[in-house]
């Protein structure tokens, strides 16, 4: 399953609404997941099962979506928020990470 | 709290084979239902899932890597490892190694260790 993330980047200030997109070839189902990755770290899980946060993320972090179309919403940005964040799918062998968004500061 | 530690050399020859180890500590490789990963980060790229494996199970892998990769657990030293043959330049690299959290692995990766860097270069 290819995993499409709209857009590459996003330039957006402190306060703002962001809204990610990650588009999949095929159904995904809710087997779709939402990492960040900040320079020199390893990526975080942020959403899994399309919607469910993980243990201790903010819950100005919200995912919805299922089958094809998925998104990623952060309601109001913080200034550590600036970060990369890719989709993956987990539900199908081989699993598939998308291309990653870039979320700069504005 | 669950820790995994990525080891092994950070430059290996073209036509060589590249091996690592990840260390798990905070939990046992060998409890539950989880499955362990390895995934894979060109600089300044994205990430690539290489493969999965369940202590007691067979791996799997990404399709095009499954002829040079083999993903194996010792539960004896809390160990899994990544073995790639005849590596070339596009096989440089951060690697991660990660466990899948949730029964089999239809599960997110949920811990990462901090990734090493590999260069593949004469």
């Known amino acids: 399953i290819v995993l499409t993330q709209s857009p590459g980047t996003l330039s957006l200030s402190p306060g703002q609404r962001a809204t990610l997109s990650c588009r999949a070839s095929q159904s995904a189902s809710r087997y779709l997941a939402w990492y960040q990755q900040k320079p020199g770290q390893a990526p975080r899980l942020l959403i899994y099962?399309?919607?469910s946060r993980a243990t201790g993320i903010p819950d100005r972090f919200s995912g919805s979506g299922s089958g094809t179309d998925f998104t990623l919403t952060i309601s109001r940005l913080e200034p550590e928020d600036f970060a990369v964040y890719y989709c993956?799918?987990?539900?199908?062998?081989?699993?598939?990470f998308g291309q990653g968004t870039k979320l700069e500061i504005k | 709290q669950l820790q995994l530690q990525e080891s092994g050399p950070g430059l290996v020859k073209p036509s060589e084979t590249l091996s690592l180890t990840c260390t798990v500590s905070g939990g046992s490789i060998g409890n539950g239902f989880d499955y362990w990963a390895w995934i894979r980060q060109p600089p300044g790229k994205g990430l690539e899932w290489i493969g999965s494996?369940?202590?007691?199970?067979?791996?799997y892998y990404y399709p095009s890597l499954t002829s040079r990769v083999t993903i194996s657990v010792d539960t004896s030293k809390n160990q899994f490892s990544l073995i790639l043959n005849s590596v070339t330049a596009a096989d440089t690299a951060i690697y991660y190694c990660?466990?899948?959290?949730?029964?089999?692995?239809?599960?997110?990766?949920?811990?990462w260790g901090q990734g090493t860097l590999v260069t593949v270069s004469s």
């Open positions: 099962g399309a919607s």
């Open positions: 990660a466990r899948h959290s949730g029964p089999g692995i239809a599960a997110p990766l949920e811990y």
């Open positions: 993956q799918q987990y539900g199908s062998s081989p699993q598939t």
């Open positions: 494996i369940f202590y007691s199970g067979s791996p």
